[in-house]
């Protein structure tokens, strides 16, 4: 079992900027894929962001390329979401997903390939 654990979630303006971190806990944090998704109310959880184990691979949905970074600290067992330039649109439940990969090179931005989530941590940008 992996238990993960968000944080870094608030309130910001338009433009500015959160950072939002992912403890992992419960199995060798380098055999995990991460990912980061969100959600509001009424729709399907989104992809936002993903990162192999290695770290070396990212992808972004469009939405936020350019704007947001993922990162990992396997040292630390924690993954990274930099949130900048911040839209109202950007407003949801962030949520925290580690998949195991034999792969340490691959991502994947499919929710249902995802094993383990976190409780989310609620985001909301005022305009």
């Known amino acids: 079992q992996v238990q993960l654990v968000e944080s870094g979630g608030g309130l910001v303006q338009a433009g500015g900027s959160l950072r939002l971190s992912c403890a992992a806990s419960?199995?060798?944090?380098?055999?995990?894929?991460m990912g980061w998704f969100r959600q509001v109310p009424g729709k399907e959880r989104e992809f936002v962001a993903a990162i192999s184990r290695s770290g070396g691979t990212t992808e972004y949905a469009d939405s936020v390329k350019g704007r947001f970074t993922i990162s990992r600290d396997n040292a630390k067992n924690s993954v990274y979401l930099q949130m900048n330039s911040l839209k109202p649109e950007d407003t949801a439940v962030y949520y925290c997903a580690a998949r195991t990969s034999m792969n340490r090179v691959v991502t994947s931005r499919r929710a249902y390939e995802y094993d383990y989530w976190g409780q989310g941590t609620q985001v909301t940008v005022s305009s």
């Open positions: 419960g199995r060798t944090f380098s055999m995990l894929s």
